[in-house]
């Protein structure tokens, strides 16, 4: 027996002749002029336009995601870009390739530990909640995310930023709170300094604004997205890849030779 | 004798202990709460942040671009995420992948005829330089890149709201108006509708803007890419992935037995 | 204080005016000719050729993971090639994007189980190895990897023919025997029929072969992008992904505007 | 009115409860243990099993594409290894997106310069056949694909190699006759060595063996598929990634904080 078709719906998006509809609202009359595109993915994202306060706190949230200097994602963008000028769409999605759990799973680990919290018991004293998720993490000996920096240290300047435009817009609620007692309570169980970083901010007001843990990683590859774009434009004007790549195979060729030389000579 | 290292450079940021540089600027002070998503993809690109009035256009381009319902992208990024769900960086890469010259052609295309044109000569007569584009294109039978739509008839309704809004904010000049005659004398000789459409339109404003062509195509894809986190995050929702697969692969498969049960028959 | 740079090796390949060595053997002498691409598989993995017994069995491997019909990630490509015919490597690299937990989980994880099995213990009694195995998987609530299929039942048609090359090439070894005694046990645990299916015998023939598990991925990956560039030399005698697409993005797009038509009235 | 749909096909596999076809073979009877990789994909792509000729020759073009030490496809498949290494598919994804017209175009470039001259005129006198086709580069003041190499002078040792299995074949024909005249009169007409580099000999030879020049690329990324799995599984031995990295951004880094110095001190 054949399987049944089952209907398929999304409410992204639809045109017509004359209009383009966006989340329900018409784009040249509801959106084009009047949002900016921090807006717009917000209204992606969640189906609805943001409040000027979850505007202002998601603005700055993308804006903290965009530039991180030469990462390597940065670099493989422009090593495609360098093989591939042709298709710019390839060297940013091979640069995205790059955003996992290495880069991103900070705001995204974060961002679940808090809600699963919250979620079992949306009232429950947060200091107890921070020392047993504290516990827990260190009992399995897992790496709490959204703590600590390999660089930032004794703070991450971003945090402090990120929470106070949250303040600022009555959006520092219950899982900043629980996050900042997570990183008191982690900072004396390991004795060491262990502040929320830039990631860590991010998880945190992920949850404040009402998205679900699965799409943090996401909120990070939008605004990487734009990063990349931005080191394209300059590879375009002052191109590095061809010398990092002749460096690196310059280096492992000779390398290599001397090796089988020597072998052929043994 | 080898080859001899020269120096890379990089401007886009960097940081210290305390500090997030981001083109020169301080992330902390000078960037988050102050500017939206928008301004700082023009920063990325341009290294410097936006007029009010750049802000107002290039925001309403980038919005332009984030979402056209289920487009062959949309519809990657989803397959993808159903088949690798743990790693949806990996879906928008995939989708976005597809941002080639069918979807992307026509900003990146305009963009390159109007610089082209207005580089050789600034000044140039601007209905004569029309004409000798409809006739270049006509003669090679080229399409004209940023005209005409299969659905958007007679006019593309983002394109007079694009021009508009760029108006109001004194960045309607010499590249929009070129465009605009190549679509007036595009019609008289081919003898039938070819308005500017949303790419034309894009394209035109990317060259008010001072971006080179090169880099209009990853204009599309930082707004595709906040397009594509849209769609899975109604994916993750309201799943519709595997419906379609199932779909398509029922057809193939029910037909290919079929063919094959009658070629063994035979 | 700067970083000390450190040196970085690679003996993959390298070449000179007149020679081009892999893995440390002359490309046009020792390897054209000589060796089919799943050997040249096998060296670039291992760093030597197989034996004719490994070419047997990890050609076998590699053939079967080729082709699976229209896959989501065949799919993938034909849409992508669709919206970017010009970059035909685009569209691959978009479909091996979701060669991912779903469906190259299986021999991944397989390979896992297996290894670390063994690992622990090389001349541990296998069946009870095989009840600790099922068991710790129970208490989880984990999915045994590499077990049941939802078409082929009661067995997988690969399973047998895959492990019958194996006996013949004198690689069907512990591994082998270790997964087959875990299926036994977990169709008496789980009282219903768990055969072996095609990626749990690819996982175990991949410990036979000595392969790392981090890498049982790759080997799927290398598969499916000799089936993908197949399915593209399709899309372009006979094109499918754009009925695909207009079918997908009709539906959604009527769907969408009866509901705002809906909303409107209401 | 609502489009009518049409119908959708695909001949490359399917299954039943007991059995797995593939371009109408049975996988475990017709395949398993008969076939290798390279003939797999030669099934793939031409729908029938190549004869022992095109299987010596086609694994050859196969075998020569996989390895070309660090070429940045493979520095980008690392990186991006190393950033999500729970994503290998991804990695190699990233690596293949870089086959583009710099890397790849050469054999695309030169396959379908010959279909294209021996199409025209089947039976056309091969020796005006080249004068015509330099003539023709060199008045559009293009680069001719598939002559000259920057190593390999003043030959190219993969193409004699590979021309010597097609002729041990049968299979060094009319398309590999016009590309040696073509090189002959490019050398001739530019007056320096151009010999045909190892991408103008496999385009020559996809031609030989019947592949329209559209999948040449494909090819390629058959090859390089498997060479970057082969340097994943290195890295994961012997990791060189990270290094890279640091080398690249500390030097960024570094002088960008030098200039941004001397800027705020000026």
Redesign the interface.
């Given at each position: 027996m054949?399987?049944q078709?089952?209907?398929?719906?999304?409410?992204?998006?639809?045109?017509?002749?004359?209009?383009?509809?966006?989340?329900?609202l018409d784009?040249?009359q509801q959106?084009?002029?009047k949002?900016?595109?921090?807006?717009?993915?917000f209204l992606?994202?969640?189906g609805r336009l943001p409040t000027p306060q979850q505007?202002?706190v998601f603005?700055?949230m993308?804006?903290?995601l965009?530039?991180?200097?030469?990462?390597?994602?940065?670099?493989?963008a422009r090593?495609?870009h360098?093989?591939?000028?042709?298709?710019?769409?390839?060297?940013?999605?091979?640069?995205?390739?790059?955003?996992?759990?290495?880069?991103?799973g900070g705001s995204e680990g974060a961002a679940k530990m808090l809600q699963e919290a919250l979620t079992a018991d949306p009232k429950a004293e947060l200091a107890a909640v921070a020392r047993a998720i504290v516990a827990d993490f260190r009992g399995r000996r897992a790496v709490i995310p959204g703590l600590g920096h390999a660089?930032?240290?004794p703070?991450d300047?971003?945090t402090p930023?990120?929470f106070?435009?949250a303040a600022?817009n009555q959006l520092r609620g219950r899982y900043v709170a629980l996050m900042e007692l997570i990183a008191v309570e982690a900072e004396r169980a390991y004795n060491r300094p262990l502040p929320i970083n830039g990631t860590g901010a991010i998880g945190a007001l992920c949850c404040e604004l009402g998205f679900?843990w699965?799409?943090a990683?996401?909120?990070?590859?939008?605004?990487r997205?734009?990063?990349l774009?931005?080191?394209?434009?300059?590879e375009?004007r002052?191109p590095?890849?061809r010398?990092?790549?002749?460096?690196?195979?310059?280096?492992?060729?000779?390398?290599?030779?001397k090796?089988?030389g020597s072998?052929m000579a043994s």
């Open positions: 054949p399987r078709s089952k209907p398929i719906q999304s409410n992204m998006g639809w045109s017509t002749v004359d209009r383009v509809v966006v989340q329900g784009l040249t959106l084009l002029g949002v900016n595109l921090g807006d717009m993915a992606e994202l969640t505007s202002a603005n700055a993308l804006v903290t965009v530039e991180h200097g030469l990462t390597p994602q940065a670099m493989v090593l495609v360098m093989s591939a000028p042709e298709a710019l769409q390839a060297a940013v999605a091979a640069g995205l390739c790059g955003v996992g759990s290495v880069f991103a660089r930032h240290k703070i300047p971003r930023r990120l106070e435009i600022a679900d699965r799409i990683r996401g909120i990070a590859v939008i605004g997205a734009v990063g774009v931005g080191h394209l434009a300059e375009i002052q590095i890849a010398e990092i790549h002749l460096r690196a195979e310059d280096e492992c060729s000779t390398q290599a030779q090796m089988h072998l």
